[in-house]
């Protein structure tokens, strides 16, 4: 990355923030290693979850970034479904595309446990000498999935958000395409 290169970390709930916990390090991101949680700000559809947090311009969650911008109004993200994973803290300098509201909890499901997520995020971007880094901390929105007997759709195939346009976005940033900072 020091170089020119592009890095996409994409990390999800415990215990997966626990594997990627070294490689963010080395990249100054600090990863909560539990559950995102946001009572005040999820996704009511389908049941909901409190983890399945939305993020939205009305809302005010999603960060000015070129990635939330896109390269016209056809690629603007307007909301963007997360469905669990974990808060991160960048280092300075990093911009907060999927910020997390004061409501946010890092939930700890074996102690029953929460800790304020405040101030923290699920997806960072930053330059890292003369390369890029996007780190998000979780991974379902970069996925499409069906689950359960009522064939639940989750992730980039779920209506009603702009996930897909996000990886896209993700993608046009780290390769040079949304160059206008």
């Known amino acids: 990355m020091r170089d020119g290169g592009s890095l996409l970390l994409i990390a999800d709930h415990a215990p997966i923030g626990a594997a990627n916990e070294i490689l963010s390090k080395r990249f100054g ?3 909560s290693k539990l559950h995102a949680i946001d009572t005040a700000h999820y996704d009511l559809s389908n049941g909901g979850h409190p983890g399945y947090i ?20 056809t690629e603007r993200i307007n909301s963007v479904t997360a469905f669990t994973g974990q808060s991160l803290k960048g280092p300075e300098g990093s911009a907060a595309f999927l910020r997390l ?6 939930y700890d499901e074996k102690t029953n446990k929460e800790v304020s997520a405040a101030g923290r995020s699920q ?11 996007v780190v998000v901390g979780e991974a379902a929105m ?11 759709k989750f992730g980039m195939n779920r209506e009603g958000n702009d996930d897909k346009q996000l990886a896209l976005n993700v993608m046009h940033w780290l390769s040079g395409l949304l160059d206008r900072e």
Do not use: C
Request: proline fraction near 2%; aromatic fraction near 8%.
């Open 123 to 133: 997806g960072i971007a930053f330059r890292f000498g003369k390369g890029k880094v």
């Open 142 to 152: 970069f996925t499409a999935q069906v689950t359960g007997s009522n064939k639940l």
């Open 29 to 31: 991101v600090e990863m």
């Open 101 to 106: 509201a004061d409501t946010a909890v890092d």
């Open 54 to 73: 939305l993020y939205s311009r009305e809302n005010g969650l999603l960060g000015d970034h070129p990635i939330t911008q896109g390269r016209d109004a």
